[in-house]
């Protein structure tokens, strides 16, 4: 079995915002089995821990009544997110002990994030958690300036940044993903959650200032080209001098993805001969299947895969594809979507002109440095763009309230969201009305005017206060205007900070600085073992191990496995000598 020191989740530990009794059963059932026990844990706290989400005052292994070998933390993603109560799946896990939950922004128009300062022997990271937030609401805060990251004020340079996030990386709409200038150039490392395509390795920013790896879904959620990707996990290693690899770890428990793709067209058949193209494409689902069952060896216990093919039809007749998938139904996990059948779409290539040419060129630079969006199309994307039409404005309820509602109706199974809407809306509606002379609110005119008039106002005011933020630079940050100042993607290794015993560890609003990059990293997701390097000529070569195979919890994602390995303090379960930590916000 792989000893690390800690593991981190970024997000969508669960698929749905209320699983299961079920569910919840099997996952805490797992989190007792592998993360108790009596191996002692060698991390320490140095942060003020209050701003867990716990009433417990502390984390989980430095409670004396709990046994906790491998700590984990996580932040609550876009699945698994407070909604209705304000609670989520996450808070149960929480209060039972079995996860440190963080991330968790109380105000979401002026967000605050705390690291959790940890260290292992010379070994020092500061992580920072933001929990999902509505991708369109988040891009506001941070255009008006008001996402905060707190920083040490003692040995800023001595701490090695990791922020943990759950947001859309992939440009759905312009003001639907958080773009990499956004965040702040004193980070060395970023975990992207929600994005379920894996892109395990490392990849500079765009801005070049620090890494982002993308570990993705651990499970398919749905049959698109991104899902099909092998699944990884990672394991992350740090050292004292803040040099970190990432070693990739392919999950072999997750249910196999192959999607490929065939042109009838090329395949030399009589459009007129059903019979030959249903032949031909059995022929091709029977290869596949052939194909992940010899990958899969003789596992045992081997689970059904899912398998999809893409048909390019123009000019033959399609079939019907679940009469095509009954002859698989024993075969493969989805018989009755094995079959995807598109047709060619022909466009003249238009002329264009030098600025047009210069933007393509630009804009595909920009595509190399992130990935393309797997799901093009989502329900608040049709609902928003339905609202804001001009035939369809509301003449009673605000259209964003109206779309927040609905949101939280179809995503969060929130039965009660449009109902608790429409009242609070007509509350307000009547409150309005009460301030006015009775004598005219007797006239349906003067009410129609008097609620068209209000619906107007915030309507205006909305978009008056959207038309005044300002756009992200590709170059520079909103609150740094020195992005720009080196430009080289990597930076020197730097020399750890001796850590000085019994002083407190404040923090202080970041002013984002020009900051090298960190160190140079080899491939990896994220495990994180952090090595304390006793020889500068020494090569860091991890030890071969063998991974045993652990269950998965529900559509868990993105598993980032963090060990500290190093000059470790003296163990202790109970709580960390250290003083509670100051905070200072400039």
């Known amino acids: 079995m792989l000893e690390v020191d800690m593991i981190l989740l970024g997000g969508d530990l669960f698929h749905d915002n209320k699983p299961s009794r079920g569910t919840i059963y099997r996952t805490m059932e797992l989190f007792r089995k592998y993360c108790m026990g009596d191996r ?17 005052g502390c984390v989980n292994f430095e409670d004396p009544n709990y046994n906790i070998e491998i700590p984990v933390f996580s932040i609550h993603g876009n699945h698994d997110d407070p909604a209705g109560e304000g609670l989520a799946a996450l808070d149960i896990l929480s209060v039972a002990n079995l996860v440190n939950y963080f991330g968790k922004s109380d105000n979401i128009d002026d967000v605050t994030v705390y690291p959790i300062l940890l260290r292992k022997g010379q070994t020092k990271i500061a992580l920072y958690g933001l929990g999902n937030i509505r991708d369109e609401r988040l891009y506001r805060t941070f255009q008006q300036k008001k996402v905060k990251l707190m920083r040490p004020i003692e040995d800023r340079d001595s701490w090695w940044n990791l922020l943990v996030l759950h947001q859309n990386r992939a440009a759905h709409s312009p003001k639907n993903h958080i773009h990499e200038c956004m965040l702040d150039n004193f980070l060395d490392f970023v975990l992207w959650g929600h994005e379920h395509e894996c892109l395990i390795d490392p990849q500079v920013s765009a801005i070049g200032k620090y890494y982002i790896t993308q570990p993705g879904s651990s499970v398919a959620t749905s049959l698109s080209e991104g899902e099909s990707k092998k699944k990884h996990v990672g394991l992350l290693k740090v050292d004292s001098t803040q040099s970190f690899k990432v070693v990739p770890i392919p999950l072999d428990t997750v249910r196999p ?69 009954q002859r698989f139904v024993d075969r493969v996990a989805n018989p009755n979507e094995i079959l995807l059948f598109h047709r060619k779409r022909v466009q003249a290539a238009p002329k264009r002109s030098k600025e047009s040419t210069d933007q393509l060129e630009k804009d595909l630079l920009m595509r190399a440095l992130r990935p393309d969006p797997i799901d093009t199309v989502k329900i608040e994307d049709l609902i928003s763009s339905f609202l804001n039409e001009p035939k369809s404005t509301l003449e009673i309820f605000p259209e964003a309230e109206m779309n927040d509602a609905l949101h939280l109706y179809v995503e969060k199974d929130e039965k009660h969201a449009i109902t608790n809407f429409v009242n609070e809306s007509l509350k307000s509606t009547r409150d309005i009305l009460g301030k006015e002379d009775p004598a005219k609110i007797a006239q349906s005119e003067f009410i129609q005017q008097l609620v068209a008039e209000q619906t107007a106002q915030l309507r205006f005011r909305k978009k008056e206060e959207e038309d005044s933020l300002p756009k992200p630079s590709l170059q520079d940050s909103d609150d740094d205007a020195n992005r720009d100042e080196d430009d080289a993607p990597k930076k020197p290794k730097r020399k750890a900070a001796t850590p000085k015993k019994s002083k407190t560890t404040p923090l202080k609003t970041i002013k984002s600085e020009t900051k090298s990059t960190p160190a140079k990293a080899s491939k990896a997701n994220l495990k994180m073992d952090v090595e304390e390097i006793q020889d500068d000529d020494e090569e860091d070569s991890p030890k071969s191990v063998k991974v045993k195979k652990e269950p998965e919890a529900k559509k868990k994602r993105i598993t980032s496995i963090l060990d500290f390995v190093g000059d470790s303090p003296s163990a202790s379960s109970g709580p960390s000598d250290n003083p509670v930590s100051k905070y200072k916000r400039k």
């Not at 991390?43 to 417990?56: G, P, V």
């Not at 090329?266 to 052939?290: H, K, S």
């Open 40 to 56: 002692a844990v060698n991390i320490e706290i140095l942060s003020d821990q209050s701003h867990l989400h716990t009433r417990f």
């Open 257 to 325: 993805f192959l999607m490929q793709a065939v042109e009838l067209a090329t395949a030399d058949l009589d459009p007129n001969d059903e019979e030959a193209v249903i032949e031909y494409l059995v022929n091709e689902v029977n290869a596949m299947i052939a194909k992940v069952e010899d990958e899969q060896g003789d596992r045992p216990n081997p689970m059904k895969p899912l398998i999809r093919l893409k048909v390019e039809y123009t000019g033959y007749a399609p079939c019907n594809p679940q009469r095509f998938g």
